[in-house]
């Protein structure tokens, strides 16, 4: 049940950027800086999502031997802040540029028609069809509905939960899918669900405090698997299952294999993975071989785009859960179950 996702270095939140020089490749064929990448709320050392999108980062940097500069996001920035993060990469010579959430659309609007020459990404937003942006969004919705159905499988109580970070459509395809799957295993699960702020700049995205306290509402509800979809908030819920011996499931990374999440693993049964690194490494690629990838590039469980993470050994002792996990996973690649996204 794996899904090939680039293998997270263990990030901790230090200096707002670093830059590692630049270079072009023996050919001559690449001639930009480096790799310019803006993260979303929460920053890298989240664990999960801006981790995620680092460790491709990293992988692409170290395989095509280009420079590199990555900037941390500031509390309470507005869309000029990100107008302008975007605009000093791409001024400097960064290509591609890549903002990392959908937070980033206007800006990345606003900066790709000024530098028609530089390739743009954007992950979770499809908004913007210019001809050098590629759109890189993902089937959350199909990993979230096998997240649902190992949780529905696993709890010893019919009675699981959701936390998502912000009250928001995308975080919606996770509640949807999860929901689904759950229901496909047992339609009269009961269902905790939570989203921990209305918006992101309330730190519903990064804020592990909120996260641990919405966990410790469900589980004191009767929940004994909690999923969320809640960026950094996420460690809250995953350190709360933890200390009360209930099962969590992570979110975007394998987030069993986090080092900073390392004392807490026996209690992740799996992760909602959702394979950003691979999206932002294969961009990096096809613009170092001056094929830019541009338009909608969708992750899906048929593309290992989506997944979910099986590197736990008591999960995998689970045979009945792996069992209907691998099925539900088949069923929606051959098109017998189309997923929720509402």
């Known amino acids: 049940m794996t899904v090939a996702v680039v293998a997270l270095a263990a990030a901790g939140c230090g200096s707002s950027s670093k830059d590692s020089g630049s270079s072009s490749d023996e050919s001559g064929k690449y001639s930009g800086k480096g790799i310019g990448l803006a993260y979303d709320i929460g920053g890298k050392g989240d664990q999960s999502f801006n981790d995620a999108a680092y460790a491709g980062f990293q992988k692409a940097e170290k395989e095509f031997k280009i420079g590199g500069r990555d900037i941390e996001p500031q509390d309470g920035e507005s869309n000029a802040d990100k107008v302008q993060r975007l605009e000093q990469l791409a001024k400097a010579g960064y290509n591609p540029v890549i903002g990392v959430g959908f937070v980033y659309a206007p800006a990345v609007k606003e900066v790709a028609a000024k530098y028609p020459k530089t390739t743009f990404g954007i992950i979770d937003d ?119 011996k209930v099962w969590a499931i992570g979110v975007d990374s394998d987030q069993y294999s986090q080092t900073a999440l390392a004392k807490y693993k026996d209690y992740i049964l799996g992760s909602a993975l959702k394979n950003v690194g691979g999206a932002v490494y294969d961009l990096v690629k096809s613009v170092y071989e001056g094929k830019p990838k541009t338009g909608v590039v969708r992750g899906g469980l048929d593309n290992g785009g989506v997944g979910f993470a099986d590197t736990n050994p008591k999960y995998k002792a689970m045979a009945d859960v792996v069992a209907a996990v691998d099925k539900a996973k088949q069923d929606i690649i051959d098109g017998k179950v189309t997923v929720n996204t509402k």
């Open 126 to 244: 499809e908004q913007d069809k210019a001809a050098n942006v590629a759109d890189m969004v993902f089937h959350e919705e199909q990993a979230s509905y096998l997240a649902g159905v190992a949780a529905a499988k696993a709890t010893k109580k019919n009675h699981i939960g959701f936390i998502g970070g912000v009250d928001i459509p995308l975080i919606h395809k996770f509640e949807a899918g999860y929901v689904q799957g759950a229901q496909s295993v047992n339609p009269k699960i009961k269902i905790e669900k939570q989203y921990l702020t209305q918006t992101a700049q309330e730190g519903g995205f990064s804020s592990p405090d909120k996260g641990k306290d919405a966990a410790s509402g469900q589980i004191e509800a009767g929940a004994d698997v909690l999923y969320h979809a809640a960026g950094l908030s996420g460690q809250g819920v995953i350190s709360e299952a933890a200390s009360k």
